[in-house]
């Protein structure tokens, strides 16, 4: 079984601060890694996926993520966000073989940028 | 190149009666999955069909189905509509044998 952890359900932060959204997940067997995001009445967009390789990896919109095998965690970052980042964030895990190709998301992360 | 495409946007039923939603895929994807997103439920996994056939099925009852076209096109019919359907269903796509999924917009489906 897997699942996913968003620790934080909603982060305010002003614009042009740096801001993370902090994402835990377990899983008993190989899995692939993605945050997607949503804006209002809207469906979802991916903006990055963990495959494998590189444990950092860069997505749309100036977004990154990090890897971190021993800490099951894959948190979203962006040096300065802007008003237009907000929307809510979702972290999701999905097999990476077999008959495990459905996606398991996070409650998600309300991201509000301020002026 | 469209991405995945879902209708109707929006479709107002009356409990009781049954929903049909459509989906098609990005060209050249044969996987087409199907979500709920329910308010204070989050976004739960209903169906994946891959080669027109069913191969996994998340916890949700008999009376959601759906089927997948030659073309890899799929639909969703949930029958005997509950208060509780009411909800954003979405619909994804993706490669054989790469399970990185792409959504559409959603058909948000109202159950009065």
């Known amino acids: 079984a897997q699942s996913v952890t968003q620790l934080d359900s909603q982060v305010p932060v002003f614009e042009e601060a740096p801001v993370e959204l902090r994402c835990n997940y377990s899983?008993?067997?190989?899995?692939?890694l993605f945050w997607y995001v949503q804006y209002p009445n809207q469906g979802l967009q991916l903006l990055l996926k963990?495959?494998?390789?590189?444990?950092l990896v860069k997505g749309i919109n100036g977004f990154e993520a990090e890897f971190n095998k021993s800490q099951t965690s894959f948190h979203l970052r962006k040096p300065s966000v802007h008003i237009s980042d907000t929307a809510e964030y979702f972290c999701a895990v999905g097999g990476s073989g077999g008959s495990n190709y459905k996606l398991t998301f996070g409650k998600g992360t309300l991201l509000t940028v301020n002026p | 190149e469209a991405g995945v495409t879902q209708s109707p946007t929006h479709l107002i039923k009356t409990r009781g009666q049954q929903a049909t939603l459509r989906c098609s895929p990005i060209?050249?994807?044969?996987?087409v999955y199907w979500y709920q997103q329910a308010l204070g439920l989050g976004l739960q996994f209903l169906l994946w069909?891959?080669?027109?056939?069913?191969?996994n099925r998340g916890n949700f009852p008999p009376r959601f189905s759906g089927r997948q076209f030659p073309n890899y096109s799929s639909e969703l019919n949930v029958n005997a509509l509950e208060l509780e359907d009411s909800a954003l269903y979405l619909c994804?796509?993706?490669?054989?044998?790469?399970?990185?999924?792409?959504f559409g917009a959603g058909t948000r489906l109202s159950v009065l």
């Open positions: 899983s008993s067997v190989s899995v692939y």
């Open positions: 994804a796509s993706s490669l054989a044998g790469l399970n990185i999924q792409y």
């Open positions: 069909y891959d080669e027109g056939e069913e191969r």
């Open positions: 963990y495959l494998s390789g590189s444990t």
């Open positions: 060209s050249g994807h044969t996987s």
